[in-house]
């Protein structure tokens, strides 16, 4: 890239500075050269997942990187985009700001998680600012703004401790009122989540809603129950037992990657030198979307694609983000919360709840209600899994419409 980002002051934290999205022909190539000169290991001893990320699946993942996969593609969709850079505290942050052509557009500032990124917000910046091109009435409209993380994409890397959630949540609202807005609304998945939640707590008179897809609701005994290795109780409901499953799964089975970047991030150096093994790194973060991108790579898209897939490991790759994006897990153990990433939190403010089956954890509706004192909307579909945007655009773009007119 022509302009990466290094933490920095630039004289004034007011300003907004255009960002320009360019790449270098020479590192793409390089990234194709490493691909094809992968170090291969052998296979796994077992016919399933149970030992990690499939040989035959990279295998395939690394065929089509390494001969026909374009990033020219990619790199032409975010180059069309209105890109921004602003710093705060000390910190250049990076946004995509797309305005609607419609009056009265609701103003929204979407966040990605790990191992998402900008690029996983892309399919529904149009859909949200552009309703009437997409079966919506101009009254659907949303001015939208993708930040990326600090450590992220094109946002800065941190030099030093202290950009946690907490801080992230506290930049954001800056930012938006840094653009002109006095009245906003926060979406979120993943750390996404944990962002606008924690700007929800905080509750500033400008943010007037949030809407999650990665709902933090666990009741407090059932978070307890779970800590102690209790059956779950008798009493749950069929969506209840469906979460206490996928939370029992999760906590036992699925925190590999998460427990690595949250003790020893900066040991993740192999990610930083080997593009196979970033996009291994990536794709074994949690077990269903996994299975979703075996099943793109042996020819079945569904909600994705391998282009899809590779454009946001490509991303990864060409920022050289892998370890300095794994420093938000490290910076989540300093300050550890009371309770779990699921554990309801408390938030007052009016909270719309979209489900897909296959999240990590599908908060149920009973959990919801408990959690949320103002849940504006909740909506259980029945296909999707972690990445929201990325994955069900047309989904989660009509739930943005439907659960945010009443603040309108």
């Known amino acids: 890239m022509t302009e990466m980002l290094t933490a920095k002051q630039t004289g004034s934290d007011q300003i907004l500075r255009p960002f320009h999205v360019n790449f270098s022909a020479a590192d793409v190539a390089d990234l194709r050269r490493r691909v094809q000169a992968t170090r291969w290991p052998?296979?796994?001893?077992?016919?399933?997942?149970?030992?990690?990320?499939?040989?035959?699946?990279?295998?395939?993942?690394?065929?089509?990187?390494?001969t026909d996969y374009d990033w020219s593609k990619c790199e032409a969709k975010l180059k069309v985009l209105p890109h921004f850079v602003t710093n705060i505290d000390g910190l250049d942050i990076h946004f995509i700001h797309v305005k609607s052509k419609h009056p009265k557009a609701l103003p929204i500032i979407v966040t990605h998680g790990w191992p998402g990124s900008i690029i996983e917000q892309l399919k529904i910046i149009d859909p949200l600012t552009n309703p009437t091109a997409h079966g919506g009435t101009a009254a659907d409209a949303f001015d939208v703004v993708i930040p990326s993380l600090p450590g992220y994409g094109f946002s800065a890397k941190t030099t030093a401790p202290g950009w946690d959630v907490p801080a992230i949540a506290n930049?954001?609202?800056?930012?938006?009122?840094?653009?002109?807005?006095?009245?906003?609304?926060?979406?979120?998945?993943?750390?996404?989540?944990?962002?606008?939640?924690?700007?929800?707590?905080?509750?500033?008179?400008?943010?007037?809603?949030?809407?999650?897809?990665?709902?933090?609701?666990?009741?407090?005994?059932?978070?307890?129950?779970?800590?102690?290795?209790?059956?779950?109780?008798?009493?749950?409901t069929p969506d209840e037992l469906y979460a206490w499953k996928q939370l029992d799964f999760f906590y036992k089975k699925?925190?590999?990657?998460?427990?690595?970047?949250?003790?020893?991030?900066?040991?993740?150096?192999?990610?930083?030198?080997?593009?196979?093994?970033?996009?291994?790194?990536?794709?074994?973060?949690?077990?269903?979307?996994?299975?979703?991108?075996?099943?793109?790579?042996?020819?079945?898209?569904?909600?994705l694609t391998r282009d899809d897939i590779l454009d946001n490991i490509t991303f990864y790759w060409l920022t050289n983000t892998a370890v300095s994006s794994a420093r938000l897990y490290w910076e989540a153990v300093q300050k550890p919360a009371t309770g779990g990433f699921f554990d309801a939190r408390g938030v007052k403010i009016p909270v719309s709840v979209t489900v897909f089956p296959h999240?990590?954890?599908?908060?149920?509706?009973?959990?919801?209600?408990?959690a949320y004192a103002n849940l504006l909307y909740y909506k259980r579909h029945d296909k999707g899994t972690h990445f929201a945007a990325w994955e069900q655009p047309a989904l989660l773009t009509a739930d943005l419409r439907e659960s945010f007119r009443s603040l309108r």
């Open 171 to 236: 930049a954001w609202v800056t930012l938006m009122k840094r653009l002109g807005y006095t009245r906003f609304v926060a979406q979120g998945g993943d750390w996404g989540n944990a962002v606008s939640e924690v700007m929800g707590l905080n509750a500033p008179p400008e943010l007037v809603g949030i809407s999650t897809n990665m709902a933090a609701t666990v009741p407090p005994e059932i978070a307890k129950a779970m800590a102690a290795g209790a059956p779950p109780p008798a009493n749950l």
């Open 42 to 66: 052998e296979r796994e001893t077992v016919n399933d997942a149970s030992q990690g990320v499939q040989f035959n699946t990279m295998r395939k993942l690394a065929n089509y990187w390494g």
């Open 254 to 303: 699925g925190l590999g990657y998460a427990n690595e970047m949250a003790l020893r991030p900066q040991s993740l150096y192999a990610l930083a030198d080997s593009p196979v093994g970033l996009a291994a790194w990536i794709l074994d973060h949690d077990a269903q979307s996994y299975d979703l991108i075996v099943r793109v790579f042996d020819g079945v898209p569904e909600g």
């Open 359 to 370: 999240e990590i954890y599908a908060a149920p509706e009973t959990w919801a209600k408990r």
